[in-house]
């Protein structure tokens, strides 16, 4: 029997990506090899308990109202070999299924009907070297990557990458977050943030072919709530 360590489920309002603002059910799974220095969900790295993959799917059917809408995410979903059933159950129960993922783990082997949001870490995440740049061949057009930007340094990084492997060219969304001042915790550095105008206007001043975006659900709730 096929068994998931999972942090949490539940059903929100879709934060980020070319989906924000569209109702969806989450499944988090527990665990992460990274420790990114703005990293916001510290608590699912060790928080939550193993269960079947048959009671995660009936929790998703009970409270997804018929809601078409999945993402499994993390922590790093893809450390779990059992998350390519799960994925694949959902789409043949024909939910339109979002991987939220860093660009460490191997996204070839997923099923090519998951439409797979690929973090690149950058410098300023202290996991920049964790990068499987592999990755990027196996990108299309359904796919988005997403940067998160601690300062400039980051954001002329993210640029010259765009640039050398036409990432707007490969995806449907080039995403480009500003980093949120993130105390330090058990496990993370912490970053001291980027003002948004400050990324908005150099993405404005280069023209570079990217959607800057907000997370929808910390303006909604409380930036620290969970289940949102």
């Known amino acids: 029997m096929t068994k998931l360590k999972i942090n949490e489920i539940f059903y ?3 934060g980020e990506s070319t989906w924000a603002g ?3 059910v989450f499944v988090r799974l527990r665990g992460c090899h990274l420790r ?3 990293c916001d969900t510290e608590y699912a790295f060790h928080e939550g308990g193993s269960r ?3 009671d995660i799917l009936h929790e998703v059917d009970h409270i997804s109202g018929g809601c078409g809408l999945v993402e499994v ?3 790093e979903p893809l450390l779990q070999k059992g998350v390519h059933e799960l994925m694949q159950r959902l789409c043949d129960a024909h939910k339109t299924v979002l991987l939220e993922t860093s660009g460490a783990c191997d996204i070839s082997v997923c099923d090519p009907r998951v439409i797979r949001i690929m973090d690149i870490k950058t410098p300023g995440s202290n996991e920049a070297d964790r990068n499987l740049w592999s990755n990027l061949e196996h990108l299309n057009a359904n796919d988005e990557v997403k940067f998160v930007l601690c300062g400039r340094a980051d954001y002329e990084w993210a640029r010259n990458l765009i640039v050398t492997h036409r990432l707007d060219a490969r995806v449907k969304a080039v995403l480009f977050s500003a980093t949120a001042e993130m105390k330090p915790g058990l496990e993370i550095a912490g970053s001291p943030g980027l003002p948004l105008r400050d990324l908005a206007e150099w ?3 280069d023209r570079l072919p990217v959607r800057v975006q907000t997370q929808l659900h910390k303006l909604i709730w409380d930036p620290a709530a969970r289940g949102v």
Do not use: M, R
Request: hydrophobic share 40%.
């Open 12 to 14: 929100s309002i879709q």
């Open 22 to 24: 569209l109702p969806c």
């Open 36 to 38: 990114c220095a703005y």
């Open 52 to 54: 079947s993959l048959e």
């Open 73 to 75: 995410t993390g922590g």
């Open 203 to 205: 993405v404005i001043a």
